[in-house]
């Protein structure tokens, strides 16, 4: 197999396992440590901050149950643990050589946060819609800041 397509497989698996569950990609890029401390934050973190019922009450469309079911102190911690734990993955894997490559998914998390922290009381067109759904509506802003402010940073420091 192509050596390049190979490095391409390895970083791709390592950020879908992440996506899957924060830890599963440093367990498969054999960061045994770091993969079970990020599991065990996930999953203290997912207890804590009732993201499961959060997840289900979103499914099912009752936004208000969501919002009562909601702890908002510890859900906040969710996004920067997850995009790290994104980042940390491809990064281990052989990705983010490029510089500042882990801005996206900075701003993402910074952006995500401040879905939830809304989500209780912005409507979209009229609408409620919630812990899980607003701060994913976020993701793509948090993405295309982080990846312009990469390109800003590139163009400056480049022409040096």
């Not at 802003?141 to 990846?147: F, M």
């Amino acid at each position: 197999m192509d050596t390049n397509l190979s490095k391409k497989s390895k970083k791709l698996a390592a950020i879908l396992w992440s996506i899957a569950l924060p830890g599963f990609g440093q367990l498969l890029n054999q960061k045994y440590v770091k993969g079970l401390l990020l599991i065990g934050l996930e999953f203290i973190i997912n207890v804590m901050g009732n993201f499961n019922k959060i997840i289900i009450y979103s499914f099912q469309f009752k936004i208000e149950e969501a919002i009562e079911a909601t702890n908002y102190l510890w859900l906040m911690f969710y996004p920067c643990l997850y995009f790290f734990a994104i980042w940390d993955a491809y990064k281990d894997a052989g990705g983010g050589e490029r510089p500042f490559a882990y801005l996206p998914l900075v701003f993402s998390a910074y952006f995500v946060t401040i879905g939830l922290i809304f989500s209780s009381k912005l409507r979209v067109f009229g609408y409620l819609i919630g812990p899980m759904w607003l701060p994913m509506l976020f993701l793509p802003i948090g993405l295309s800041i982080g990846a312009f402010i990469q390109w800003i940073l590139l163009k400056v420091y480049t022409k040096k």
